[in-house]
């Protein structure tokens, strides 16, 4: 039983699929499938029910998983003490940022880590919510923002605020769509962010209960293109509230269809296997602090 085997037993309890959690261990599928079988092996007892839709656990790996991850998340925290003899030794936060993140509430963060920890070196990745969370299972980013609801297991999630979302048209298209809602949208491009984004798993949704099947879709991950592609008369899009707003504010041709007002949750996110990182710990605190969680 050595730590390899370990940490591809984690990897497919959490993803519950084995194409998927090789691809998050840099593996091969018969790499991962033959590390399971050799756990399986030793142990004695079998920790997965294959089934048609993925990799189920057992009672039996229900009941080791616990212990597992306990295991490497001590190991995890041996590792980084390890660096920390080094005489050179330097902190580095890796924080990952959403778009609908406010800046005024980023730039506080930034100043307390900065106040409280001054000689550590905080980087800052920008993605979207489906990509922070990949970082974040790959080991690459320490914690960040989520918009939505995470559904894998082995991830932890702070709610923050709900983030509200309003979906805008071109000015001198709002009296024509009001006409026939919902049905008058079907008829306009749909502007939104790629499937990794979380807004665009609720825009998913979105049409699911307003029964809408947009004809024509444009997908661009830049939120201020966003906007300037719907002034411009080129279509709909669901954005952040305070975004349209202020867009509204400087004058740009674009309305607010208020009956569709949206609100989404906003997490901050952290692999439980690093959750004694002294790196999470202190952009959790500040995070909590930040937005007055607890």
């Known amino acids: ?5 370990l940490k591809s037993f984690v990897a497919v309890a959490h993803q519950g ?21 050799a756990l399986e092996g030793e142990s004695g007892v079998a920790l997965f029910t294959r089934t048609s839709s993925g990799m189920v656990l057992t009672r039996a790996g229900e009941t080791l998983l616990p212990e597992v991850e306990v295991f490497l998340r001590h ?11 080094a005489e050179n030794y330097a902190e580095e936060v890796k924080l990952g940022l959403i778009h609908p993140v406010d800046s005024d509430k980023l730039a506080a963060v930034t ?10 070196q905080l980087h800052i990745q920008y993605g979207m919510s489906g990509e922070i969370l990949s970082r974040i299972q790959h080991k690459t980013l320490h914690g960040g923002f989520f918009l939505g609801y995470p559904e894998q297991r082995g991830i932890y999630a702070l709610f923050l605020q709900n983030i509200a979302y309003s979906l805008i048209c071109p000015q001198q298209e709002y009296e024509t769509i009001q006409q026939n809602l919902p049905l008058t949208l079907e008829n306009y491009i749909w502007i939104e962010m790629s499937g990794v984004s979380g807004s665009n798993k609720h825009l998913q949704k979105f049409w699911r209960a307003n029964r809408l099947s947009p004809k024509r879709q444009i997908w661009c991950d830049y939120p201020q293109t966003i906007i300037d592609l719907v002034a ?19 004058g740009r041709p674009i309305a607010v269809i208020e009956k569709y007002r949206q609100t989404m949750p906003l997490h901050f996110i952290y692999a439980h296997e ?8 202190l952009l959790k605190q500040c995070v909590e602090t930040i937005w007055q969680i607890g």
Not at 20 to 36: D, F, G, K, N, Y
Not at 111 to 117: E, G, K, L, S, Y
Not at 232 to 250: F, Q, R, Y
């Open 1 to 5: 039983m050595d730590t390899n085997q």
């Open 17 to 37: 699929n084995l194409t998927q959690a090789a691809e998050r261990l840099c593996l091969s599928q018969p790499a991962v499938s033959a590390q399971i079988k």
């Open 75 to 85: 190991k995890h925290k041996l590792e980084h003490f390890a660096k920390t003899l």
């Open 111 to 120: 100043a307390m880590i900065d106040r409280t920890a001054p000689k550590t």
């Open 232 to 250: 411009n008369g080129i279509g709909v899009a669901m954005v952040p509230s305070n975004k349209a707003e202020t867009a509204i504010g400087e």
């Open 274 to 281: 690093c959750e004694d990182h002294p790196g999470l710990q």
